[in-house]
Each structure stands twice: as structure tokens, then as C-alpha cells.
């Protein structure tokens, strides 16, 4: 009897109009689980090398576990995964709340859609039953506006992934927002929505997910939602949301501030996770079944000639800091709205922000001008120049064209020494916490698959000198003992990462979330691992967790060698290897030798060859032999 999972996988192409259900066998489940690793099956083994990330054949496939849905806190994240528009690489993309639950109790583990619809439409899923729309109607409009319009049209119960004219104009970076407030970030997932003319998919269920042992699973829960709020993360989540650590790295001098130039900023005390901030919040808000409710909800106001609706949601800290003080801006009600602007036209809050702080750099130095800005003085702390930039990079209109194609691109078209300000790895814009601070996030930074983001790994700082001694203990199943300084890149500070990232990769498996599970959340290790057993009744352990990470990364690896990336593609920007200009951590910077000494240890470790090439025998350990013949050159 299937435990977890329905055992049923949704397809549907937009070029035919045909929808078929797939019902793979137990042994497939047991070997890929879902979220990253399904995923990756599928793009490896039906999307054709060098596929136009725009074109009918790019996969976009949405994701579930085999534990998605469970009752216990921690597990309601669903993956989106293509060959992303940004990168050109693989994509992969989660995001919490309620939609990919919403799909299992509607009768499916995954959805798979290819080919290109003539039309805009969207798909309705009704407890097992599919059809595809047309969305004429409601193409062009924002998120907001077509989420009610579905509304109204499904039913008041549905849940609703779409995109906004961000991912209609085909933003490289555009997102799939959830309900308006749950995105799935980073990626560009969101322009493969648009491509194929997609606007959304409506979902709704009243299935029952399988549990194997309910009162094991009732009791790890019970525990969770007694004593959840003992731990500080948690408790700092819950208090200030998502983007709670604005204000400790303010205070170390790592804060993202003018596209990386510095490490503090003036003016920040009712910035978004701060104490001054708590004034903007109307409710905070969880996900299914979890009771930390790190996700917040603006009231709408009206302040320093900003209108906020109060119907997107608030910024986590990648986006907070983005939007912000790496802009130069700190007027909270700006970047509120700037939030509410990429959440509504369906942008990526960090590459926008991030895109845009290289683009008021080069205005800075004078490598572009207002003849190339549509008239804006776009000079770091203009919050008018920014609001208004969003809206072009949403319509691709002026110099909003070249700025939705991402920094990397950009530079190529501004020319001179451009280059060296857009701050980027494998054409994705870094994620908002400074790998000067971390070092070993900046080298998982360089080595990810899907490039930089927040997620490779828990943070240097979380296990230094100055952590608390719970960190280092709840780690100590991974491997992880002793406290390391966070700027340095030692073999250990390797080790740390090897370990640590194929346990996070494994998260990325299971569709778990990392603001809940443990080392510096609240669910333990075991309990994980024991949740696990109770909702599945397989007899697994850590060590299987950990193979599925490390599964899902030589998947990815592989896709991306395939597509034309090498090792010299896991790089990190020079900006990294200067010092950061002011602050506490002036003078700091990364060392590049040191670095890529780090970077050939940590090749070892993965089983890789000196160039970053999975050898057979790892393949074959992984239960992936089938994917060597994917590998361009041995």
C-alpha cells in the first residue's frame, strides 16, 4: 500500500491539448522520493541537450515528496524545476504554503507540462479532474487581479500558482507566485511559465495523505508546536519574520549594502526584521501545519506618497536587502512597495534588486547615462528611479529591456568595464548574505548547480565562535564537532560544507523546509528522520538522507555539463576577492588562491575529477549509472 505518496504523476501538453496520468512503480519512489531528484529524472531523461529554455520542449515540472502534505510542521514546500531562463543551466525552485500540498490531496505527486500552448490559458485540477482554460482574459493583468478573476472562476477554495507580465514578457528572472504570497524565487521559472502561454494553475483537493504510523507522527509534531518557540531562530522568525537577521548582520558589518561595496547603512531601524518594522505588520501567517508563521502580511497604508495593498505579503531577507540597503535605499514604505511590485508582476525581488544596484553603479561611474535610463537619474538611494524600473523591466520597455535579461547580459550590452560590477555566478545574481562574512557559503556559492543562493548551506556564522552551543550540537549528526571561523576556507571549513550541503540538498529532496528542521531550527535530526519512517513505513536512516542529497547534486551536475558548463563556471565574482570598503569588516575580503585550492578539495570529495566531472564510480554508488552516458566528455 502506497504511504505518502499517491502514486500518480499529471502530464499535460499545451502543444496537443493531451493530458495523461503516469503511474510509476514503488521502486521509483523509494530511489528518487520527489521534489529535486523527480525532478531531474525527468529533465535528464527527456529534455534534449542545448533545448531553447523558451521553446515547446523546456520541461516545467511542479514537484511534490513522498512526504509533502504530511501532518507535521516543515513539510508543505513543493519544487518548480526547468532548464532555467537565467542560468541556461538546471533550474530548481521551492516555495512553502499550501499549493503543493493542495496537488497531492488533489491526486497527484507532480505535474509535467511541455509544449506551448497558441493561447494563453490555465489549468484547473478538481480532485483528479483536469482541464485547460483559456485565459485570454486575464493574460497582461497582474497577479493580484488574475488571482481573483480564478477565483471566481474555479473555486474560493483553490489554490493558485501563476505568473504576472513579468513572466509574460519573458523576465529571465521572473517568479511563480502561490497565492500571492509564497513564490517560487530565483530561477526564472516564471518565463518558462510564459512561454508557453500559461498563466496559472488552480488546484484544489480533498484526498487524504497515507500515513504509516499517525501517532509516532502526532507526537514529533506535538513537541514541535509546544516548544518550537524556546529556540532563538524560531523565536526571531516568528517576532520579526523571514527577514529577522536584517538587524544582526547590520550589526557585524555584512549587511549587502551598494551592490557589495559596503557591509553597514545608515537608517535602518524600521527596516523589514527589525523592532521599528513590527509598526508595517498586519498578521503574520504560516504554511500548512506549521505553527512558526514566519511569513508576515502588510497592512495596507499610505506613507511618504506610497500605497501598499497589504495582499502580497512582506520580504524575506534576500529580498529585503536587495530591494534595500543594496540599492542605498532605507525608506521601509519604498521597499515595501518595490516587494509588492515584484510579488505582483511576478519578479524575482534579488536578481531585480541586485540587477538594478549594478545598473545604479554603472550610472555612478558613468558607464551609462539618462540617454540609456529612459531620463532616470538612477544613482544609488533613488527609490522613485527603482519603483520605476520595475515597472519597465515588467513590460521590457526601455532600459527596463536590457535589465529583465539579468546583470550578466546587461554588462555585455552596456559595455566597458561593466563586467566587473554585475555581481553574479553562472549569470545568477549572488544571494543577499556575503560570502566575505562566510567563506564557505561563497565557496557552495561558486559549486552550486543552480549558482548562488542562500539555501546551499547552513551559514559559517551559525556554527563560529560566537554560536550557540545548541548549533554545534544538533549538527553533530552530520558530521560537524567543533567551531570554525567563518572567513576562513580550511580543508574542515571544506568538510563543513561537503557535509552540510548534502544534507541541505536533501531538504531540497524531501520538499522540507530549511526555517523549520534542524541544526538551527527547532525539528531534530532524528526526529526528521523518524518523521520520515512514521509517514512512509520505510525503514530508512540519515545515511539514505544524506545519498539523496548527494543524489540530487550529481543529477544537477550533470545536466549542467551537458548543457556547456565546466568548472570554470563555479566561480565567484572578483568584487569577492576585494576588500569590503567600510564597517566593522572593512578590509575583509576573500583569498583566491585560497579559494580555489578549496574548491579542488571539495571536487575530491564529491567523487569528482580535478575539472568537476562525476567519475563512474560515483555514479554507479548513487544508483545513477544511467546518467553517464549524459556526460559530454568522461
Not at 503574520?284 to 501598499?308: A, D, R, S, W
Not at 555581481?423 to 548562488?452: C, F, N, T
Not at 565546466?566 to 570598503?581: A, C, G, H, Y
Request: with cysteine.
Amino acid at each position: 500500500m502506497f504511504h505518502g505518496y499517491t502514486g500518480k504523476i499529471l502530464r499535460v501538453d499545451l502543444s496537443s491539448g493531451k493530458i495523461w496520468i503516469e503511474e510509476p512503480d514503488e521502486l521509483f519512489y523509494r530511489t528518487y522520493w520527489g521534489g529535486g531528484c523527480l525532478g531531474a529524472y525527468y529533465l535528464l531523461k527527456e529534455l534534449p541537450p542545448k533545448t531553447d529554455v523558451f521553446g515547446p520542449d523546456n520541461l516545467l515540472i511542479f514537484a511534490t515528496s513522498i512526504l509533502t502534505g504530511a501532518p507535521v510542521p516543515g513539510l508543505a514546500r513543493h519544487s518548480v524545476m526547468a532548464k532555467s531562463p537565467l542560468t541556461e543551466g538546471i533550474g530548481e525552485s521551492q516555495a512553502e504554503g499550501f499549493w503543493g500540498v493542495e496537488l497531492k490531496k488533489a491526486g497527484f505527486d507532480a505535474l509535467i507540462v511541455k509544449g506551448k500552448s497558441d493561447h494563453p490559458v490555465y489549468i484547473w485540477i478538481n480532485n483528479g479532474k483536469v482541464q485547460v482554460r483559456d485565459a485570454s482574459h486575464i493574460w497582461g493583468k497582474t497577479t493580484g487581479e488574475a488571482y481573483r478573476i480564478i477565483k471566481k472562476e474555479t473555486s474560493p477554495d483553490a489554490r493558485i500558482a501563476l505568473i504576472g507580465p513579468a513572466g509574460e514578457n519573458l523576465t529571465r528572472y521572473a517568479s511563480i507566485v502561490n497565492d500571492l504570497i509564497y513564490p517560487n524565487f530565483r530561477m526564472g521559472l516564471g518565463a518558462v511559465m510564459g512561454s508557453k502561454k500559461l498563466k496559472a494553475i488552480a488546484v484544489t483537493g480533498e484526498g487524504k495523505i497515507r500515513i504509516s504510523d499517525a501517532d509516532t507522527l502526532e507526537k514529533i509534531s506535538d513537541d514541535y508546536r509546544k516548544h518550537f518557540i524556546e529556540d532563538s531562530v524560531p523565536k526571531m522568525q516568528y517576532d520579526y519574520g523571514s527577514a529577522g537577521a536584517v538587524s544582526m548582520v547590520q550589526e557585524d558589518g555584512q549587511l549587502v549594502t551598494r551592490n557589495f561595496l559596503t557591509g553597514v547603512v545608515e537608517k535602518w531601524e524600521d527596516m523589514p526584521g527589525t523592532e521599528g518594522y513590527r509598526k508595517f505588520i498586519q498578521k503574520n501567517q504560516g504554511c500548512f501545519f506549521c505553527p512558526t508563521n514566519c511569513k508576515q502580511i502588510i497592512k495596507p497604508v499610505k506613507k511618504n506618497g506610497v500605497e501598499l495593498e497589504g495582499i502580497y505579503g512582506s520580504p524575506e531577507f534576500d529580498g529585503a536587502v536587495a530591494l534595500g540597503p543594496n540599492c542605498g535605499i532605507t525608506d521601509t514604505p519604498a521597499i515595501l512597495k518595490a516587494y509588492e511590485m515584484c510579488n505582483s508582476y511576478s519578479l524575482d525581488p534579488t536578481s531585480l534588486g541586485a540587477t538594478v544596484s549594478f545598473a545604479m553603479e554603472c550610472f555612478e561611474r558613468g558607464i551609462i547615462s539618462e540617454k540609456d535610463t529612459n531620463g532616470l537619474k538612477l544613482n544609488f538611494g533613488n527609490k522613485e528611479a527603482l519603483l520605476k524600473v520595475i515597472e519597465l523591466v515588467a513590460q521590457r520597455s526601455g532600459i527596463g529591456d536590457i535589465l529583465a535579461d539579468g546583470s550578466y547580459r546587461a554588462a555585455k550590452v552596456f559595455g566597458g568595464e561593466a563586467e566587473k560590477f554585475a555581481i553574479q555566478s553562472k549569470k545568477k545574481e549572488l544571494a543577499m548574505h556575503d560570502p566575505r562574512a562566510k567563506a564557505s557559503l561563497g565557496l557552495g556559492y561558486a559549486v552550486s548547480p543552480i549558482g548562488p543562493d542562500f539555501a546551499v548551506i547552513e551559514h559559517d556564522s551559525d556554527f563560529n565562535f560566537s554560536a550557540p552551543q545548541k548549533f554545534i550540537d544538533e549538527a553533530g549528526p552530520v558530521g560537524i564537532y567543533e567551531r570554525l571561523p567563518a572567513e576562513s576556507l580550511s580543508d574542515k571549513k571544506v568538510r563543513m560544507l561537503y557535509n552540510l550541503q548534502l544534507f541541505w540538498s536533501s531538504l531540497e529532496v524531501i520538499c522540507g523546509c530549511i526555517f523549520a528542521l534542524a541544526p538551527v531550527r527547532y525539528m531534530k535530526i532524528h526526529n526528521l528522520v523518524e518523521a520520515i519512517r512514521a509517514i512512509t513505513g520505510f525503514e530508512t536512516s540519515l545515511w539514505e538522507l544524506m545519498k539523496l542529497g548527494e543524489k540530487r547534486l550529481n543529477m544537477f551536475r550533470v545536466f549542467n555539463l551537458r548543457e556547456g558548463f565546466t568548472f570554470e563556471d563555479d566561480i565567484l565574482p572578483d568584487r569577492m576577492f576585494q576588500p569590503i570598503q567600510s564597517g566593522p569588516r572593512k578590509g575583509q575580503k576573500l583569498d583566491k588562491d585560497e579559494f580555489n585550492k578549496a574548491r579542488s578539495l571539495y571536487y575530491e570529495m564529491m567523487g569528482w575529477t580535478s575539472k568537476g566531472v562525476p567519475k563512474r564510480a560515483k555514479l554507479v554508488e548513487l544508483d545513477l549509472e544511467w546518467i553517464k552516458e549524459k556526460i559530454p566528455c568522461k
